[in-house]
């Protein structure tokens, strides 16, 4: 009788507390999910700017829109809300999603983000709806520090430069790499002794880096190599292809790589099309 096939893995990356409902999910699919955060983030100390001193306020992710909006909110107390007369953008549905359950912006109705059928969410797809309007006297861009400077980030405040826009960028928050328990070293080493390729979500370059040097003191590049890999950006997967194939001594890109949208129902099913 032939022995049962190993229960598939996957391997969350996003920051803590991000991965609750997509790894329930998999989880009722039958995957076995590790929640290993690739970074840890860190608000930084001080006050946040306040959007009433801007006409257009940008969010370069979910976790600027939490981190800030947290902050912002605490200074005044649960009664401030979004001023009626500053529009937020965002690149992507789940930032979208995340300013609107966030009870400090709620049902504000000026929020500006790329079509639901954009073929990718980024600044270039923002700002194709931003150009469109007549630009703002003041913007506030709100993102991480040390290493969430992307070039679309920098790209993106460069257009509202050259807009005539007043521009502000604020870093909400810190990215520094998440270390990860023995046990957790442990549970990936087993996978690599027993030849079981997982799949990674990675949804940021930086992240990409993190794990690379977590992996690298445990002898477990090559079996990287050879995993399943998910991005959540082109930009992500070019960066993946570079570093695994250095990590595989040159023996070339990861052999399945796949793209997909940051949204957590295309999530689940890049994931389970490669299982």
Known sequence: MPAPSPVPTVILTRPQG?????????????????????????PQEGAAPDPADFDLVVFVSGN??????DKWRATGGPGWSWPAHCAAAVVGPASARALREHPAFGAAPRLLQPPADSPQFDSEALWAVLSAQAPPARALIVRGGHGDQGSGRNWLAA?????????????????????????????LRTLARQGQPATWLLTSAEGVDA???QLAPHGLLAW?????????????????????????????????????????????????SVS
């Open 159 to 187: 257009r509202l430069r050259e807009s005539g826009t007043a521009l502000t960028v604020y870093a909400a928050y810190r990215r520094r790499p998440q270390a990860w328990t023995p046990a957790q070293i442990e549970s």
């Open 64 to 69: 600027a829109v939490r981190v800030f909006l």
């Open 18 to 42: 991000q991965n609750g409902v997509l790894g329930q999910a998999l989880a009722a699919r039958g995957w076995r999910v590790l929640d290993l955060p690739a970074l840890c983030l860190t």
């Open 224 to 272: 990287w190599a050879d995993c399943r890999l998910i991005a959540t950006h082109p930009r992500i997967a070019r960066h993946l292809i570079s570093v695994v194939a250095q990590a595989a001594h040159g023996r070339g890109g990861p052999p399945m790589l796949q793209t997909c949208a940051p949204r957590d129902e295309e999530i689940l099913a890049a994931i389970e």
């Open 211 to 213: 794990i690379r040097a």
